[in-house]
């Protein structure tokens, strides 16, 4: 079965800092990868993915990802974060073929932006 | 329309009622998810429509029954619920294949008192 490990509960940056969340998935095919970004109370907003074509995927916000099959990874980035930008994030892996096909989530990074 | 909608927003109910929380979609999606969320958790999945088929998590209690009245619809009745129950519940949409992340709506915030 499928996972996904998020190591970093809880990460703190200063306001334009760069940022680097961390994320590690177990899957033994080809894995479709996913970043969301969850604010306070809110619904998961979709920020990028990758599925097969260049390892380096951009998203909305200014994010990108880099997969790396090596070392079974999917890290998210952003070269300057922002105020705004403090939500908690979710690294989540799909697998499974037709109406078996689900999401698996990791257990999430709390961003907290200093200013 | 690119969104998924839920209704209610908040929804306080008691041990012994009945209620319903309604998840709608316009995208064309042909798979629509419940999913719960207790606070700083990640989602956990409750139920799956895809493709006019249900797919049952059997560790779901049948407290919560998912319906799908159409394509554009999912509903999710509540009865006889526990305090534990309370969570913010999340729906879902997607395409139905590998390729596609899910669309999310912005919840239901349930109290279960």
């Given at each position: 079965?499928?996972?996904?490990?998020?190591?970093?509960?809880?990460?703190?940056?200063?306001?334009?800092?760069?940022?680097?969340?961390?994320?590690?998935y177990s899957y033994g095919a080809t894995?479709?990868?996913?970043?969301?970004?969850?604010?306070p109370g809110q619904g998961l907003q979709l920020l990028l993915k990758y599925f097969s074509g260049d390892t380096l995927v951009q998203g909305i916000k200014g994010f990108e990802a880099e997969f790396k099959r090596s070392q079974s990874s999917f890290n998210l980035r952003k070269p300057s974060v922002h105020w705004s930008d403090a939500a908690e994030y979710f690294c989540a892996v799909g697998a499974g073929g037709g109406s078996n096909y689900k999401l698996t989530f990791g257990k999430g990074t709390l961003l907290t932006v200093n200013p | 329309d690119t969104e998924v909608t839920?209704?209610?927003k908040h929804l306080v109910m008691g041990m012994t009622n009945k209620k319903s929380l309604k998840c709608e979609q316009h995208m064309g999606h042909r798979a629509m998810y419940w999913y719960k969320q207790?606070?700083?958790?990640?989602p956990?999945?409750?139920f799956v429509y895809s493709y006019e088929k249900l797919s049952i998590n059997e560790s779901v209690p049948s407290r919560f029954s998912p319906e799908c009245p159409n394509s554009?619809?999912?509903?999710?009745?509540l009865h006889a619920l526990q305090p534990e129950d309370s969570a913010l519940y999340l729906c879902a949409s997607s395409r139905g294949g590998q390729f596609y992340g899910y669309t999310f709506g912005s919840g239901t915030r349930l109290t279960v008192v």
């Open positions: 079965a499928q996972s996904v490990t998020q190591p970093d509960i809880h990460i703190t940056v200063s306001e334009g800092a760069s940022l680097e969340l961390r994320c590690n894995p479709y990868l996913f970043w969301y970004v969850q604010s | 839920q209704t209610p207790k606070a700083k958790k990640p956990e999945l409750m554009s619809l999912l509903n999710l009745h």
